[in-house]
């Protein structure tokens, strides 16, 4: 089991950027997919990115691509992403999720907030 701590959240103007980190306890972070996901208000919660365990293969929304990076540090236990021109569509609060077969796990999320 793995516990997920998100932080970097906040409000930003439009075209701007923020930086979301996803912090995991345990030791074996390096086994799990890691992936990032958002959920506006009135919305249901769809994927943003996702990264694998050694970081070697990424896969990102098509909505995104192009502007968001994600990146791990395994000596860490963290995951990061890089959300550059920001657009207020992006408004919404996104959480980290830790997958491998059998398991998912999720944290509880930081509010991102883009104003126009």
């Known amino acids: 089991q793995v516990q997920l701590v998100e932080s970097g959240g906040g409000l930003v103007q439009a075209g701007g950027s923020l930086r979301l980190s996803c912090t995991a306890s345990g030791r074996t972070f390096n086994s799990y997919t890691m992936g990032w996901f958002r959920q506006a208000p009135g919305k249901e919660r769809e994927f943003v990115a996702r990264i694998s365990w050694n970081g070697g293969s990424t896969y990102y929304a098509d909505s995104v691509k192009g502007r968001f990076t994600i990146a791990r540090d395994n000596a860490k236990n963290t995951v990061y992403l890089q959300m550059n021109s920001l657009k207020p569509e992006d408004t919404a609060v996104y959480s980290c999720?830790?997958?491998?077969?059998?398991?998912?796990?999720w944290g509880q999320g930081t509010q991102v907030t883009v104003s126009s």
């Open positions: 999720n830790a997958a491998r077969p059998g398991y998912s796990d």
